[in-house]
Protein backbone atom coordinates (compact mmCIF):
# COMPACT_ATOMS: atom_id res chain seq x y z
CA UNK A 1 0.00 0.00 0.00
CA UNK A 2 2.90 2.22 1.17
CA UNK A 3 4.77 2.14 -2.02
CA UNK A 4 1.13 2.58 -4.27
CA UNK A 5 1.08 5.92 -2.24
CA UNK A 6 4.51 6.80 -2.94
CA UNK A 7 3.68 6.23 -6.89
CA UNK A 8 0.88 8.30 -6.73
CA UNK A 9 2.75 11.20 -4.97
CA UNK A 10 5.11 11.27 -7.49
CA UNK A 11 2.69 11.34 -10.57
CA UNK A 12 1.41 14.61 -8.62
CA UNK A 13 4.13 16.06 -10.10
CA UNK A 14 6.23 13.88 -12.58
CA UNK A 15 3.88 14.56 -15.15
CA UNK A 16 4.84 18.13 -16.80
CA UNK A 17 7.40 19.57 -14.41
CA UNK A 18 8.12 17.23 -11.65
CA UNK A 19 8.80 17.36 -8.39
CA UNK A 20 11.41 20.14 -7.25
CA UNK A 21 14.28 20.99 -4.63
CA UNK A 22 16.40 24.31 -4.31
CA UNK A 23 19.27 24.65 -5.17
CA UNK A 24 19.32 24.80 -9.21
CA UNK A 25 21.63 27.02 -11.04
CA UNK A 26 18.70 28.11 -13.32
CA UNK A 27 16.14 29.07 -10.79
CA UNK A 28 15.69 28.44 -6.75
CA UNK A 29 14.22 25.47 -8.23
CA UNK A 30 15.54 22.67 -9.32
CA UNK A 31 13.32 20.72 -11.44
CA UNK A 32 14.01 17.15 -12.14
CA UNK A 33 14.31 16.62 -15.67
CA UNK A 34 12.49 12.74 -15.80
CA UNK A 35 10.43 10.50 -13.44
CA UNK A 36 13.43 9.29 -12.23
CA UNK A 37 14.76 11.53 -11.02
CA UNK A 38 11.93 13.37 -9.66
CA UNK A 39 10.95 9.99 -7.36
CA UNK A 40 15.16 10.42 -6.01
CA UNK A 41 13.18 13.45 -4.23
CA UNK A 42 10.33 11.82 -2.93
CA UNK A 43 12.23 9.32 -0.95
CA UNK A 44 15.05 9.60 1.78
CA UNK A 45 18.39 11.29 0.77
CA UNK A 46 20.97 8.71 -0.50
CA UNK A 47 24.55 9.07 0.24
CA UNK A 48 25.30 10.09 -3.23
CA UNK A 49 24.91 13.73 -2.52
CA UNK A 50 27.45 15.32 0.08
CA UNK A 51 25.80 17.28 3.00
CA UNK A 52 25.29 20.96 2.14
CA UNK A 53 24.52 24.47 4.05
CA UNK A 54 21.78 26.65 2.22
CA UNK A 55 21.44 29.83 3.44
CA UNK A 56 18.12 32.22 2.92
CA UNK A 57 17.10 35.17 4.57
CA UNK A 58 13.71 33.78 5.41
CA UNK A 59 12.35 30.01 6.11
CA UNK A 60 9.99 28.59 6.58
CA UNK A 61 9.55 24.98 8.24
CA UNK A 62 6.29 22.78 8.05
CA UNK A 63 4.43 22.32 4.67
CA UNK A 64 0.79 22.63 5.82
CA UNK A 65 -1.58 25.33 5.62
CA UNK A 66 0.44 27.91 7.72
CA UNK A 67 3.29 27.31 5.78
CA UNK A 68 1.22 27.90 2.26
CA UNK A 69 -0.14 31.10 3.22
CA UNK A 70 3.52 31.93 4.91
CA UNK A 71 4.62 31.64 1.17
CA UNK A 72 1.56 33.57 -0.48
CA UNK A 73 2.31 36.24 2.16
CA UNK A 74 6.05 36.38 0.93
CA UNK A 75 5.00 36.31 -2.64
CA UNK A 76 2.92 39.20 -2.92
CA UNK A 77 3.99 42.48 -3.79
CA UNK A 78 5.45 44.03 -1.25
CA UNK A 79 6.32 40.79 0.53
CA UNK A 80 10.21 39.22 0.24
CA UNK A 81 12.58 39.93 -2.82
CA UNK A 82 13.45 36.32 -5.56
CA UNK A 83 15.25 33.74 -4.03
CA UNK A 84 15.23 34.75 -0.50
CA UNK A 85 12.59 32.28 0.91
CA UNK A 86 12.69 28.87 1.22
CA UNK A 87 10.16 25.84 2.45
CA UNK A 88 11.01 22.68 4.20
CA UNK A 89 8.56 20.04 4.20
CA UNK A 90 8.71 16.50 5.37
CA UNK A 91 5.62 16.22 2.85
CA UNK A 92 6.21 15.31 -0.53
CA UNK A 93 3.64 17.53 -1.88
CA UNK A 94 3.06 20.97 -1.70
CA UNK A 95 0.78 22.84 0.83
CA UNK A 96 -2.74 21.92 0.24
CA UNK A 97 -5.91 23.48 1.87
CA UNK A 98 -5.93 20.28 5.08
CA UNK A 99 -9.82 20.35 5.31
CA UNK A 100 -10.50 18.55 2.22
CA UNK A 101 -8.64 15.31 3.68
CA UNK A 102 -11.94 15.17 5.39
CA UNK A 103 -14.86 15.87 3.18
CA UNK A 104 -14.48 16.21 -0.86
CA UNK A 105 -11.22 14.10 -0.34
CA UNK A 106 -13.19 11.38 0.17
CA UNK A 107 -17.09 11.25 -0.67
CA UNK A 108 -16.67 14.23 -3.44
CA UNK A 109 -17.57 12.26 -7.07
CA UNK A 110 -15.03 12.98 -8.32
CA UNK A 111 -13.04 13.02 -5.45
CA UNK A 112 -10.96 15.96 -4.51
CA UNK A 113 -7.27 15.38 -5.70
CA UNK A 114 -4.14 17.16 -6.15
CA UNK A 115 -3.22 20.22 -7.61
CA UNK A 116 -6.62 20.80 -7.26
CA UNK A 117 -7.24 21.87 -3.80
CA UNK A 118 -3.45 23.38 -3.03
CA UNK A 119 -3.19 26.77 -1.11
CA UNK A 120 -4.53 28.96 -1.49
CA UNK A 121 -7.50 28.38 -3.38
CA UNK A 122 -9.62 27.86 -0.60
CA UNK A 123 -8.62 31.67 1.12
CA UNK A 124 -9.30 33.40 -2.40
CA UNK A 125 -5.83 33.12 -3.44
CA UNK A 126 -3.75 31.15 -6.37
CA UNK A 127 -3.21 27.51 -6.50
CA UNK A 128 -0.07 27.67 -5.74
CA UNK A 129 1.20 24.67 -7.73
CA UNK A 130 5.15 24.25 -8.72
CA UNK A 131 4.63 26.45 -11.87
CA UNK A 132 3.55 28.99 -8.76
CA UNK A 133 6.56 28.72 -6.76
CA UNK A 134 9.22 28.79 -9.22
CA UNK A 135 7.41 31.66 -10.76
CA UNK A 136 8.01 33.31 -7.35
CA UNK A 137 11.37 32.44 -6.73
CA UNK A 138 10.53 30.55 -3.54
CA UNK A 139 12.48 27.56 -3.01
CA UNK A 140 10.57 24.29 -1.58
CA UNK A 141 12.21 21.11 -0.10
CA UNK A 142 9.82 18.30 -0.10
CA UNK A 143 10.30 15.29 1.74
CA UNK A 144 12.92 16.12 3.65
CA UNK A 145 13.35 15.31 7.50
CA UNK A 146 14.51 18.13 9.79
CA UNK A 147 16.34 16.29 12.76
CA UNK A 148 17.36 18.99 14.58
CA UNK A 149 16.66 22.52 15.02
CA UNK A 150 18.69 25.21 16.52
CA UNK A 151 16.47 28.19 17.23
CA UNK A 152 19.23 30.74 18.39
CA UNK A 153 20.85 30.08 15.20
CA UNK A 154 18.50 29.95 13.38
CA UNK A 155 19.18 26.70 11.44
CA UNK A 156 17.64 23.36 10.43
CA UNK A 157 19.51 20.17 10.41
CA UNK A 158 17.71 17.50 8.07
CA UNK A 159 18.14 13.74 8.68
CA UNK A 160 20.61 13.92 5.32
CA UNK A 161 23.19 16.18 7.75
CA UNK A 162 22.33 19.08 5.22
CA UNK A 163 21.29 22.42 6.89
CA UNK A 164 19.28 25.61 6.35
CA UNK A 165 19.84 28.77 7.66
CA UNK A 166 17.30 32.02 8.04
CA UNK A 167 19.50 35.27 8.59
CA UNK A 168 16.82 37.27 9.18
CA UNK A 169 13.51 34.75 10.19
CA UNK A 170 12.51 31.18 10.94
CA UNK A 171 8.95 30.63 10.69
CA UNK A 172 7.70 27.56 12.76
CA UNK A 173 4.42 26.16 11.12
CA UNK A 174 5.05 22.13 11.94
CA UNK A 175 1.23 21.76 12.83
CA UNK A 176 -0.08 18.43 14.58
CA UNK A 177 0.15 14.74 14.50
CA UNK A 178 -3.13 12.56 14.34
CA UNK A 179 -2.61 10.82 18.17
CA UNK A 180 -2.49 6.98 16.94
CA UNK A 181 -3.27 5.24 20.45
CA UNK A 182 0.32 3.45 19.72
CA UNK A 183 0.36 2.16 22.89
CA UNK A 184 -3.02 0.26 22.73
CA UNK A 185 -2.80 -3.86 21.97
CA UNK A 186 -2.89 -4.43 17.91
CA UNK A 187 -2.03 -0.36 17.07
CA UNK A 188 0.64 -2.15 14.73
CA UNK A 189 -2.17 -4.12 12.55
CA UNK A 190 -3.15 -3.55 9.00
CA UNK A 191 -6.39 -1.61 8.46
CA UNK A 192 -6.25 0.68 10.97
CA UNK A 193 -5.78 4.40 10.07
CA UNK A 194 -5.16 8.20 11.35
CA UNK A 195 -6.01 10.68 8.29
CA UNK A 196 -3.72 13.97 8.82
CA UNK A 197 -1.66 14.32 5.86
CA UNK A 198 -2.36 13.72 1.84
CA UNK A 199 -0.52 9.93 1.95
CA UNK A 200 -2.71 9.46 4.92
CA UNK A 201 -5.66 10.57 3.11
CA UNK A 202 -5.69 8.20 -0.28
CA UNK A 203 -4.54 5.24 1.99
CA UNK A 204 -7.86 5.63 3.46
CA UNK A 205 -10.01 6.39 0.41
CA UNK A 206 -8.31 3.07 -1.10
CA UNK A 207 -9.45 1.16 2.02
CA UNK A 208 -12.85 2.54 2.44
CA UNK A 209 -13.57 2.09 -1.42
CA UNK A 210 -12.12 -1.91 -0.47
CA UNK A 211 -14.78 -1.45 2.46
CA UNK A 212 -18.12 -1.13 0.50
CA UNK A 213 -20.40 -3.18 1.81
CA UNK A 214 -18.54 -3.68 5.00
CA UNK A 215 -17.78 -3.15 8.75
CA UNK A 216 -15.72 -0.32 9.18
CA UNK A 217 -15.18 1.17 12.84
CA UNK A 218 -14.36 4.94 13.62
CA UNK A 219 -12.90 5.23 16.97
CA UNK A 220 -13.73 9.01 18.61
CA UNK A 221 -16.64 11.06 18.25
CA UNK A 222 -15.24 14.70 17.18
CA UNK A 223 -14.58 16.28 14.10
CA UNK A 224 -12.25 13.33 12.36
CA UNK A 225 -14.89 11.31 13.67
CA UNK A 226 -17.55 12.61 12.60
CA UNK A 227 -16.75 13.66 9.08
CA UNK A 228 -14.78 10.28 8.55
CA UNK A 229 -17.93 8.38 9.20
CA UNK A 230 -19.80 10.26 7.27
CA UNK A 231 -17.67 10.01 4.22
CA UNK A 232 -17.62 5.97 4.86
CA UNK A 233 -21.41 6.18 5.10
CA UNK A 234 -21.68 7.95 2.12
CA UNK A 235 -18.66 5.14 0.52
CA UNK A 236 -21.44 2.36 1.23
CA UNK A 237 -19.93 0.96 4.59
CA UNK A 238 -21.55 -0.35 7.34
CA UNK A 239 -19.93 2.21 9.91
CA UNK A 240 -19.76 2.08 14.03
CA UNK A 241 -18.72 4.90 16.03
CA UNK A 242 -16.86 4.39 19.20
CA UNK A 243 -16.31 6.94 21.33
CA UNK A 244 -15.88 7.59 25.47
CA UNK A 245 -17.42 10.95 25.86
CA UNK A 246 -21.66 11.15 26.49
CA UNK A 247 -22.22 12.43 22.78
CA UNK A 248 -20.29 13.35 19.75
CA UNK A 249 -18.42 16.98 19.58
CA UNK A 250 -18.25 17.34 23.18
CA UNK A 251 -15.61 20.18 23.27
CA UNK A 252 -18.23 22.30 21.12
CA UNK A 253 -21.78 20.85 21.29
CA UNK A 254 -23.73 20.97 24.14
CA UNK A 255 -25.52 17.90 24.80
CA UNK A 256 -28.75 19.07 22.85
CA UNK A 257 -27.35 20.11 19.66
CA UNK A 258 -25.17 16.72 19.55
CA UNK A 259 -28.76 14.57 20.04
CA UNK A 260 -29.70 16.16 16.96
CA UNK A 261 -26.13 15.40 15.13
CA UNK A 262 -26.41 11.85 16.21
CA UNK A 263 -30.02 11.10 15.44
CA UNK A 264 -28.94 12.30 11.70
CA UNK A 265 -26.36 9.67 11.83
CA UNK A 266 -28.69 6.97 12.99
CA UNK A 267 -30.82 7.65 10.06
CA UNK A 268 -27.95 7.03 8.23
CA UNK A 269 -27.51 4.04 9.43
CA UNK A 270 -24.60 4.81 12.16
CA UNK A 271 -23.98 3.06 15.32
CA UNK A 272 -23.18 4.81 18.14
CA UNK A 273 -20.80 2.71 20.80
CA UNK A 274 -20.14 5.70 23.56
CA UNK A 275 -21.14 6.99 26.78
CA UNK A 276 -17.76 5.50 28.48
CA UNK A 277 -16.95 3.06 25.98
CA UNK A 278 -12.99 3.16 25.78
CA UNK A 279 -11.29 1.23 22.90
CA UNK A 280 -9.29 -0.98 24.82
CA UNK A 281 -7.97 -3.47 22.15
CA UNK A 282 -7.88 -3.74 18.34
CA UNK A 283 -8.18 -7.28 17.47
CA UNK A 284 -6.22 -9.09 14.53
CA UNK A 285 -7.60 -11.80 12.45
CA UNK A 286 -4.60 -13.70 12.07
CA UNK A 287 -2.94 -12.15 9.01
CA UNK A 288 -1.83 -9.10 10.90
CA UNK A 289 -4.78 -7.71 9.70
CA UNK A 290 -7.71 -5.68 12.19
CA UNK A 291 -11.17 -7.08 12.24
CA UNK A 292 -12.23 -5.15 15.06
CA UNK A 293 -12.38 -3.30 18.19
CA UNK A 294 -12.25 -4.06 21.74
CA UNK A 295 -14.04 -1.67 24.09
CA UNK A 296 -15.07 -1.42 27.58
CA UNK A 297 -17.40 -0.18 29.64
CA UNK A 298 -17.59 -0.38 33.39
CA UNK A 299 -15.37 -3.06 33.59
CA UNK A 300 -17.40 -4.65 30.85
CA UNK A 301 -15.31 -5.70 27.36
CA UNK A 302 -17.08 -6.19 24.32
CA UNK A 303 -15.76 -6.88 20.90
CA UNK A 304 -17.06 -4.58 17.48
CA UNK A 305 -16.26 -6.37 14.37
CA UNK A 306 -14.44 -3.92 11.73
CA UNK A 307 -12.42 -4.76 8.52
CA UNK A 308 -10.78 -1.17 8.53
CA UNK A 309 -10.61 1.03 11.60
CA UNK A 310 -10.09 4.76 11.75
CA UNK A 311 -8.70 6.35 14.70
CA UNK A 312 -9.84 10.08 14.83
CA UNK A 313 -9.25 11.18 18.27
CA UNK A 314 -7.31 14.42 18.45
CA UNK A 315 -4.02 15.50 17.54
CA UNK A 316 -1.06 16.98 19.48
CA UNK A 317 1.79 19.98 18.49
CA UNK A 318 4.26 18.61 16.41
CA UNK A 319 7.04 20.78 19.17
CA UNK A 320 9.53 18.05 20.26
CA UNK A 321 12.15 19.41 18.10
CA UNK A 322 11.99 22.83 19.80
CA UNK A 323 12.05 21.34 23.26
CA UNK A 324 15.32 22.17 25.83
CA UNK A 325 15.70 25.49 23.59
CA UNK A 326 14.86 28.12 26.56
CA UNK A 327 11.29 29.27 24.36
CA UNK A 328 8.50 29.34 25.85
CA UNK A 329 5.03 27.54 26.14
CA UNK A 330 1.75 27.21 27.32
CA UNK A 331 -1.09 25.13 26.03
CA UNK A 332 0.82 22.66 24.72
CA UNK A 333 2.71 25.31 22.34
CA UNK A 334 5.16 27.86 21.89
CA UNK A 335 3.84 30.99 23.16
CA UNK A 336 4.08 34.18 21.09
CA UNK A 337 2.75 37.89 21.38
CA UNK A 338 0.62 39.52 19.04
CA UNK A 339 2.77 39.63 15.76
CA UNK A 340 3.41 35.82 16.39
CA UNK A 341 6.68 36.18 17.58
CA UNK A 342 8.33 33.45 19.85
CA UNK A 343 9.89 34.56 22.76
CA UNK A 344 13.73 33.71 20.64
CA UNK A 345 14.58 36.60 18.25
CA UNK A 346 13.69 36.37 14.69
CA UNK A 347 11.54 33.00 15.21
CA UNK A 348 7.99 32.80 14.72
CA UNK A 349 5.12 30.45 15.34
CA UNK A 350 1.88 30.06 13.44
CA UNK A 351 -0.96 27.51 13.07
CA UNK A 352 -1.78 25.10 15.12
CA UNK A 353 1.76 25.40 17.29
CA UNK A 354 0.99 29.02 18.51
CA UNK A 355 -0.29 29.77 21.46
CA UNK A 356 -1.36 33.35 21.29
CA UNK A 357 -2.85 35.94 23.18
CA UNK A 358 -6.55 35.89 22.18
CA UNK A 359 -7.67 39.55 22.23
CA UNK A 360 -11.45 38.69 21.95
CA UNK A 361 -10.68 37.24 25.17
CA UNK A 362 -8.73 39.14 27.63
CA UNK A 363 -5.50 37.97 25.92
CA UNK A 364 -5.67 34.96 27.11
CA UNK A 365 -3.76 32.18 25.84
CA UNK A 366 -4.91 29.98 23.27
CA UNK A 367 -4.21 27.52 21.13
CA UNK A 368 -6.11 27.02 17.83
CA UNK A 369 -6.48 24.07 15.23
CA UNK A 370 -8.44 25.71 12.38
CA UNK A 371 -7.68 26.63 8.94
CA UNK A 372 -8.73 30.51 9.17
CA UNK A 373 -6.36 30.51 12.19
CA UNK A 374 -3.77 29.18 9.74
CA UNK A 375 -4.15 31.31 7.07
CA UNK A 376 -4.09 34.66 9.62
CA UNK A 377 -1.41 33.94 11.81
CA UNK A 378 1.19 33.04 8.66
CA UNK A 379 -0.13 35.99 6.81
CA UNK A 380 0.65 38.26 10.63
CA UNK A 381 4.14 36.35 11.27
CA UNK A 382 5.52 37.12 7.55
CA UNK A 383 4.02 40.84 7.66
CA UNK A 384 6.10 40.98 11.09
CA UNK A 385 9.29 39.50 9.41
CA UNK A 386 9.24 41.74 6.85
CA UNK A 387 9.33 44.73 9.32
CA UNK A 388 6.32 45.91 8.42
CA UNK A 389 5.01 46.16 12.54
CA UNK A 390 1.40 44.48 11.87
CA UNK A 391 -1.35 45.28 14.40
CA UNK A 392 -1.83 42.88 17.24
CA UNK A 393 -3.06 39.48 16.27
CA UNK A 394 -7.23 39.79 16.33
CA UNK A 395 -8.82 36.08 15.98
CA UNK A 396 -12.23 35.32 16.05
CA UNK A 397 -12.22 31.54 17.19
CA UNK A 398 -14.83 30.07 14.58
CA UNK A 399 -15.68 25.99 13.63
CA UNK A 400 -17.28 24.50 10.82
CA UNK A 401 -18.58 20.98 9.25
CA UNK A 402 -20.17 19.88 6.16
CA UNK A 403 -21.93 16.58 6.12
CA UNK A 404 -24.44 14.53 4.77
CA UNK A 405 -25.96 17.88 3.57
CA UNK A 406 -25.64 19.45 7.00
CA UNK A 407 -23.30 22.23 7.32
CA UNK A 408 -22.77 24.21 10.74
CA UNK A 409 -20.94 26.81 11.70
CA UNK A 410 -19.91 28.59 15.06
CA UNK A 411 -18.36 31.89 15.94
CA UNK A 412 -17.07 32.89 19.54
CA UNK A 413 -16.84 31.19 22.97
CA UNK A 414 -19.39 28.15 24.03
CA UNK A 415 -19.13 29.25 27.59
CA UNK A 416 -21.92 30.33 30.33
CA UNK A 417 -25.75 29.61 29.57
CA UNK A 418 -27.03 28.07 26.03
CA UNK A 419 -30.08 29.28 24.57
CA UNK A 420 -31.29 27.02 21.31
CA UNK A 421 -33.84 27.11 19.01
CA UNK A 422 -35.58 25.29 16.11
CA UNK A 423 -36.38 21.42 15.84
CA UNK A 424 -33.20 20.92 12.69
CA UNK A 425 -35.93 20.99 10.27
CA UNK A 426 -33.64 22.07 8.48
CA UNK A 427 -32.41 25.00 10.87
CA UNK A 428 -31.19 25.74 14.85
CA UNK A 429 -29.59 28.04 16.35
CA UNK A 430 -27.52 28.42 19.66
CA UNK A 431 -26.27 31.49 21.67
CA UNK A 432 -23.97 31.22 24.77
CA UNK A 433 -24.55 33.96 27.31
CA UNK A 434 -21.53 34.34 29.71
CA UNK A 435 -22.30 37.21 32.21
CA UNK A 436 -25.07 38.97 30.21
CA UNK A 437 -23.59 39.12 26.96
CA UNK A 438 -23.84 37.02 24.01
CA UNK A 439 -20.22 35.54 23.60
CA UNK A 440 -20.95 32.59 20.94
CA UNK A 441 -23.33 31.40 18.27
CA UNK A 442 -23.41 28.21 16.49
CA UNK A 443 -26.47 27.67 13.46
CA UNK A 444 -27.04 24.70 11.39
CA UNK A 445 -27.35 25.89 7.37
CA UNK A 446 -27.24 29.69 7.99
CA UNK A 447 -27.47 31.93 5.24
CA UNK A 448 -24.82 33.84 3.98
CA UNK A 449 -26.12 37.38 6.05
CA UNK A 450 -26.80 35.41 8.92
CA UNK A 451 -23.19 34.35 9.10
CA UNK A 452 -22.20 37.89 8.87
CA UNK A 453 -24.64 38.79 11.42
CA UNK A 454 -22.74 35.66 13.77
CA UNK A 455 -19.60 36.86 12.95
CA UNK A 456 -20.02 40.60 13.82
CA UNK A 457 -22.11 39.01 17.03
CA UNK A 458 -18.92 37.09 18.20
CA UNK A 459 -16.73 40.11 17.96
CA UNK A 460 -19.38 42.60 19.58
CA UNK A 461 -20.50 40.34 22.26
CA UNK A 462 -23.82 42.68 22.89
CA UNK A 463 -25.44 42.95 25.76
CA UNK A 464 -28.53 40.44 25.90
CA UNK A 465 -31.36 39.11 27.87
CA UNK A 466 -31.26 35.62 28.92
CA UNK A 467 -35.09 35.89 29.23
CA UNK A 468 -36.26 37.28 26.27
CA UNK A 469 -34.02 34.78 24.31
CA UNK A 470 -35.69 31.60 26.08
CA UNK A 471 -39.06 33.10 25.60
CA UNK A 472 -38.26 32.15 21.60
CA UNK A 473 -37.47 28.59 22.55
CA UNK A 474 -41.28 27.18 22.01
CA UNK A 475 -40.98 29.00 18.64
CA UNK A 476 -38.92 26.83 17.21
CA UNK A 477 -37.72 29.66 14.59
CA UNK A 478 -33.52 29.48 15.04
CA UNK A 479 -33.97 32.24 12.17
CA UNK A 480 -35.90 34.92 15.18
CA UNK A 481 -33.15 34.24 17.24
CA UNK A 482 -30.36 35.15 15.07
CA UNK A 483 -32.29 38.34 14.36
CA UNK A 484 -32.39 38.82 18.05
CA UNK A 485 -28.69 38.96 18.56
CA UNK A 486 -28.37 40.87 15.64
CA UNK A 487 -30.72 43.75 16.69
CA UNK A 488 -28.52 43.61 20.23
CA UNK A 489 -25.05 43.73 17.97
CA UNK A 490 -27.05 46.98 16.31
CA UNK A 491 -27.76 48.67 19.53
CA UNK A 492 -24.08 48.25 20.63
CA UNK A 493 -22.99 49.85 17.35
CA UNK A 494 -25.14 52.80 17.81
CA UNK A 495 -24.65 53.17 21.09
CA UNK A 496 -20.40 53.45 20.23
CA UNK A 497 -21.95 56.11 17.49
CA UNK A 498 -22.79 58.59 20.21
Known amino acids: MLATVRSRLSATFVSGRGLFFSGSPRSPLSLPATPFAAARYCLPATLHRAMATSTFKYVVLGGGNAAGYAARAFAAEDGAPPGSVCMVSREEVLPYERPALSKAFLFADPPARLPGFHTSVGGGGDRQDAAWYESKGIAVKLGTEVTAVDVAAKKLTTATGDTVVATDALILATGCEAIKLARTPGADLKGIHTLREYADGLELYDGLKTCAGKKVVVVGGGYIGMEVAAAAVLMNCDVTMLFPESSVMPRLFTPEIAAHYESAYKAKG ?23 VMFCKDHVKDEVDGQLVVVGVGARPNVGLFKEQGLKTAEGGLVVDGSMATSAAGVYAVGDIAAFPLLLDGGALTRSEHVAHARASAAQAVAAALGKCPAPYDYTPFFYSRVFGLSWKFYGFNRGTSVTVGDFAPTLATVWIDGGKAVGVFMESPSDEQTAVMQTMARAQPAVELGALQKLVPSKDAAALISAVEAATKAVGAQANL
Not at 270 to 292: Q, T, Y
Request: glycine share 18%; charged share 30%.
Open 270 to 292: VKLLNDGRLCEAFLDDGSGAVKG
